[in-house]
């Protein structure tokens, strides 16, 4: 009897085990094989509040209109994304969409290796757009600033490679309770002029009361965005001397090139004026700054400790959302030609934003399914999948025709300022970069100089404008080189038959870019040849 | 040791070398594998001394892109280059081109006088093959640049490079050598008199992709203004303010709009 009640006691277990998995199975876990046939990832480094959001509400709708492709998600933080793209995309594992910038160190040699253009996809209008103003115009087009960022950083000029997602600007944000308690006004500071009085009186009552406030939060990254920022406008008027070639723009290229030709040097009164007000702005920020990224130049403006920070609008939603103070949005107060370091080189109001649209997403050459990842490009990027991503993340869109929320609607750049181009910082290449990083504290320290910076700066800048420019011309012939190849292909295909037209459309154009490529890269060549070793 | 084994194998496995052999090379396949940038695949496919000269074409072009891109890989698809370039056709033509093409860009140290000469014998065997036109137009860039006869810094730098302009006839190869000289001439310090032009026409022809078209109107328009051309001036910054609104360009180019509005008015022009 014992013995059978066991036995009962184990069969219903053993029921109830089955009963319980069975419920889990059908009502629980994923299923075995996917409903789904083609997974494509999309991987990027915006990992602040608001964009995986935005990101997140494109990928649901898409889904719903696509069941056949399951979109995942790759957050990468900002930290380990350089090694995590190399190391990926040399594996041959990298997503199907990744987000790249210019501007990344080290990287430049990526979208030669390991991006396809999608120049003929951006000349069609994108189907998503159907039913809207923007049905019948080239994807290109459709964007706000016509993908003019991309395209002046595309590797090959002829081409096109990504599709953005955000319109940035840069800002000052502002704690203005903060503001009043110091100032006793809530009146924002409308010229650099106006800003220099509160960065004294900011100074006064911090040494008064002996609370650690500073006028800006300081962070490697923010002091870089602003000091950037000065500089350019500094140096309008020798980048417009510089402007031989009458575009109203300097490529990085062009500044390498000028520097070896002696057009221009931080020893000129133009950059010292700059690097001046680098300085000066360096000082209104807690000491040791350059050694914290920009989320400790966050914490420290949400604590209050300090009345402004610039930032980009990229930082806007995780600010907004966290401060527990009023707080104002304002474009940074411009120089003026009163301006006592500036005034003999001023120009004009310099573009802080210029509506340049940003976050690229570029096509893993090595993508499994190319034909979805640019599908899902067109979908993010129109004026539905881009709305949704304004609506879910507080960044600004990038495509025209999509409505802008009205609490962010400061974050537009009007084109009312001047704008030539000309990084003279961080943007001309990787090693000219890392010597800007390298001795920016000497231009920061207390006990430092504009002219001790110079010194540094200009001891370096011979031998890296020269890696620099010897890299563009590198990045260049990877592109060019295959293109050889390819342009023999596309005519061998067209001898074959394939005679649509579009064939032959693709090999000119693919010759046209290529000798606008190659130019350059003999361009670049002969200004190394010109300037010979570093003396 | 095992005759009737070994019998069975060739019994089993004969047929499918055979097969294999026989089998017709898919030629377009091949061509796509080279668009797709997968040049393994062609030299899977395909034999170096086998096959029509179109085959032999597509296997030299996959070597010439595949991994690792040595100089003896290159050697070997200049080989056979050098055969096919043999001909009149427009595979001879072709491999010709890509023959001076792997002297100029694909060796690790590149020969531009070996690829100049290459251009010019491919131009002179069949000038109007189009792959001896666009050797034209890398020719005229190597003149601008590279090639001896660029290095006296007096001379007319644009000289050398015009009279290749004036052998190519197709129009888009015109265009973009056109384009090209008229930037060198800027980056060579020439006279504007003598390289705007070039600049203009390769405006007048279409097709033009990326920055450089948005670069080309900015550049002729500000040119014009500089030379006080303000009727040129004024179209092209009227072309493009309508067709580059946003662009963070266009405060400073409705200022300089403005501004050769007031001269036209008070009278100025070319």
């Known amino acids: 009897m014992k013995k059978d009640g066991k036995r009962r006691l184990g069969l219903v277990l053993l029921v109830g085990s089955y009963l319980l998995a069975v419920y889990w199975v059908f009502t629980r876990s994923a299923p075995v094989v996917s409903s789904r046939p083609v997974t494509i990832r999309i991987a990027h480094w915006q990992i602040e509040k608001g964009p995986p959001d935005g990101v997140d509400a494109i990928i649901k709708r898409y889904e719903e209109l696509n069941p056949r492709v399951k979109v995942e998600q790759v957050l990468v933080p900002g930290r380990v994304y350089n090694q995590w793209m190399r190391t990926n995309l040399v594996g041959g594992t990298g997503a199907d969409l990744i987000q790249y910038g210019v501007w990344l160190d080290g990287l430049s040699d990526i979208p030669a290796r390991y991006f396809e253009p999608i120049t003929d996809e951006m000349l069609k209008p994108n189907p998503y757009n159907k039913g809207t103003a923007l049905e019948h115009v080239p994807w290109v087009q459709t964007f706000t600033d016509g993908l003019l960022n991309q395209r002046v950083n595309a590797p090959d000029p002829g081409q096109f490679y990504a599709a953005t997602l955000t319109e940035v600007a840069v800002r000052l944000f502002c704690n203005r309770e903060l503001l009043r308690t110091i100032t006793g006004s809530d009146r924002t500071p409308q010229t650099y002029a106006e800003l220099r009085v509160v960065f004294q009186q900011v100074a006064d009552y911090a040494a008064r009361t002996g609370k650690p406030v500073f006028t800006l939060a300081g962070a490697r990254d923010n002091a870089s965005w602003l000091m950037q920022f000065l500089m350019q406008g500094a140096m309008m008027k020798s980048s417009q001397r510089n402007d031989r070639h009458g575009t109203l723009s300097l490529y990085a290229y062009d500044e390498l090139g000028l520097y070896l030709e002696g057009r221009w040097s931080y020893r000129s009164p133009e950059a010292k004026a700059g690097l001046t007000l680098m300085r000066e702005v360096s000082t209104s920020m807690k000491p040791g700054f350059l050694q914290s990224m920009r989320d400790a130049a966050t914490q420290e403006f949400l604590r209050g400790d300090a009345v402004f920070i610039f930032a980009g609008t990229w930082d806007g939603t995780s600010i907004r959302s966290a401060a527990t103070f009023p707080l104002d949005v304002l474009r940074f107060p411009q120089l003026t030609k009163a301006d006592p370091v500036m005034g003999p080189y001023f120009f004009g109001k310099f573009a802080d934003g210029g509506g340049g649209t940003t976050m690229e997403f570029y096509l893993n050459k090595q993508s499994a399914h190319p034909k979805e990842a640019v599908d899902f490009m067109r979908f993010m990027s129109s004026v539905q999948g881009n709305q949704l991503f304004t609506d879910h993340s507080g960044w600004l869109p990038s495509v025209r025709e999509v409505k802008v929320p009205a609490d962010i609607a400061a974050y537009l750049t009007p084109l009312d300022c001047y704008s030539f181009g000309g990084e003279y910082m961080m943007g001309m290449g990787s090693t000219t970069a890392a010597a800007v990083f390298r001795n920016l504290y000497l231009l920061t320290d207390p006990r430092g100089s504009v002219d001790q910076f110079v010194d540094a700066m200009e001891a370096e800048m011979p031998a890296a404008v020269r890696t620099d420019l010897r890299k563009e011309v590198t990045n260049r012939a990877i592109i060019v080189r295959p293109q050889d190849v390819r342009i023999m292909a596309l005519a061998a295909l067209s001898r074959r038959g394939q005679a649509d037209g579009s064939l032959t459309l693709a090999r000119e154009r693919q010759e046209s870019s290529q000798t606008q490529s190659e130019a350059l890269m003999l361009q670049m060549s002969r200004q190394l040849d010109l300037a010979g070793p570093v003396k | ?270």
């Open chain 2, 1 to 270: 040791m095992y005759p009737a084994r070994n019998i069975f194998l060739l019994l089993l496995v004969g047929p499918l070398l055979a097969a294999r052999a026989a089998a017709p090379v898919d030629l377009e396949r091949a061509a796509e594998a080279l668009v797709n940038s997968r040049p393994q695949d062609v030299l899977r496919q395909l034999r170096r001394d086998s096959g029509s000269r179109s085959e032999r074409l597509i296997w030299a072009a996959g070597r010439m892109g595949a991994q690792p891109a040595t100089d003896g890989n290159l050697r070997e698809a200049e080989t056979v280059l050098t055969e096919l370039a043999q001909g009149q056709d427009q595979i001879a033509a072709q491999a010709a081109y890509l023959r001076a093409r792997i002297y100029q860009l694909h060796l690790n140290e590149p020969d531009f006088a070996r690829a100049a000469e290459l251009y010019e014998a491919l131009a002179q065997r069949q000038p109007q093959s189009h792959w001896a036109q666009l050797g034209l137009v890398k020719l005229g860039m190597l003149k601008l640049y590279m090639l001896p006869d660029s290095t006296d810094l007096k001379a007319d730098r644009l000289a050398p490079a015009e009279a290749v302009l004036s052998r190519i006839s197709e129009p888009l190869l015109r265009r973009d050598l056109d384009l090209q000289i008229g930037q060198a001439g800027i980056v060579l310090h020439q006279p504007q008199a003598r390289f705007l032009p070039h600049l203009i026409a390769a405006d007048r022809v279409s097709g033009i992709t990326g920055t450089a078209r948005e670069d080309l109107i900015v550049q002729i328009g500000v040119l014009s203004e500089r030379a006080g051309d303000w009727v040129r001036a004024r179209e092209y910054f009227e072309r493009y303010l309508a067709e580059y609104p946003t662009n963070v360009r266009a405060f400073t180019i409705r200022e300089k709009l403005a501004a050769a509005n007031r001269r036209l008015a008070k009278g100025g022009g070319a």
